[in-house]
T-cell receptor
């Protein structure tokens, strides 16, 4: 498909384990975003990648969270030593950037920490 | 940084009536304002957007208006249908970097 793809769609993990969430952006999109959405809440910014520039990590809630984007395409969000408060839907979006270009979201990964 | 406020948080309308959702923003540098619709269990879907050089944009039953002076923009849905029921988010951007989202409006269209 031509949309943003995220995997897995659901992930249940034990407290203290590490998890990796994957995002495949739309081909050719230079900008990639990660947001977190807790149950019934809004969208919390985590991190933003744009081309080869240094990512904007200002939204990462703690040093247990990290993300990388390899080859300007696929991105992985890693959460180390997961806590119950990390349970949420993690959303990835991509855009072709430029002045006010649309961002398209994936379906999200629902993370449950038990 | 930018601060986007959205009202109301919940909205119920009768089928066929209109629904209006309002957002304000704080950063005068913001120049792009998209609206997203999120259905249960799905990611947000872009439904309409407006850029700062335009005051109004319409797409069938959906319209968005922008008042740059007052720093507010609104989503208007006419002739609402049950399938319009969802959570709607407004957002603002300066054209690069993160999108700043409102807190969402849960719209229920009553048949």
């Amino acid at each position: 498909g031509a949309g943003v793809s995220q995997s897995p769609s659901n992930k249940v993990t034990e407290k203290g384990k590490d998890v990796e969430l994957r995002c495949d952006p739309i081909s050719g999109h230079t900008a990639l975003y990660w947001y977190r959405q807790s149950l019934g809440q809004g969208l919390e910014f985590l991190i933003y990648f744009q081309g080869n520039s240094a990512p904007d990590k200002s939204g990462l809630p703690s040093d247990r969270f990290s993300a990388e984007r390899t080859g300007g395409s696929v991105s992985t969000l890693t959460i180390q030593r997961t806590q119950q408060e990390d349970s949420a839907v993690y959303l990835c979006a991509s855009s072709s950037q430029g002045l006010g270009t649309e961002a398209f979201f994936g379906q999200g990964t629902r993370l449950t920490v038990v | 940084g930018e601060n986007v406020e959205q009202h109301p948080s919940t909205l119920s309308v009768q089928e066929g009536d209109s629904a209006v959702i309002k957002c304000t923003y704080s950063d005068s540098a913001s120049n792009y304002f998209p609206w997203y619709k999120q259905e249960l269990g799905k990611g947000p879907q872009l439904i309409i957007d407006i850029r700062s050089n335009v005051g109004e944009k319409k797409d069938q039953r959906i319209a968005v208006t922008l008042n740059k002076t007052a720093k507010h923009f609104s989503l208007h849905i006419t002739e609402t249908q049950p399938e319009d029921s969802a959570v709607y988010f407004c957002a603002a951007s300066i054209g690069w970097g993160q999108f700043y989202f409102g807190t969402g409006t849960s719209l229920t269209v009553i048949p």
